[in-house]
Each structure stands twice: as structure tokens, then as C-alpha cells.
């Protein structure tokens, strides 16, 4: 269960714009399609993980949150 929701909370972070240092213009981290394939392949590995696994798999989730939680452009 936290497993997903480090997926969801990921998702968000991943299908908004990166500080791209303009104002006006925010860059994609990843495009839609991109976003879709590694949902489907982080559900796919979270459904197979064991008890052991899963605390892996939260904690690679969220340090890839922590890594772009930085760059995210709030005002895009």
C-alpha cells in the first residue's frame, strides 16, 4: 500500500514541468507516454514484490521523488 501511494505521489510530481529558469515556459520531465510505460512497469513490480521487496521498491520511489521534488515548477 505505500508502494502506490509513493507511485501516485511520483506520478504527480513526474506529469508536472521542470524549472526550466523561464518564467513562462516549464519543460516535461518525461512525456505522457513515457510516464505511462514506467507506471505500468512500477505497478507490475510492486504487485510481484515480496514483504522485503516492497520496502525496497517504497524506497527507490522515494528517492527518485526526492531527487525531482526540487526541480518541479509550482506556478506551471
Not at 521542470?18 to 512497469?41: A, H, I, N, Q
Not at 524506497?59 to 521534488?69: D, E, Q, R, V, Y
Amino acid at each position: 500500500m505505500a508502494a502506490h501511494q509513493s507511485w501516485h505521489t511520483l506520478k504527480l510530481d513526474l506529469c508536472t514541468t521542470v524549472d526550466s529558469g523561464y518564467r513562462l515556459f516549464g519543460l516535461p520531465l518525461l512525456t505522457k507516454g513515457e510516464v505511462d510505460e514506467l507506471e505500468r512497469e512500477v505497478l507490475a513490480e510492486i504487485e510481484a514484490a515480496g514483504p522485503t521487496d516492497a520496502a525496497s521498491t517504497r524506497k527507490n520511489l522515494h528517492a527518485i521523488l526526492k531527487a525531482c521534488a526540487g526541480r518541479i515548477d509550482v506556478l506551471a
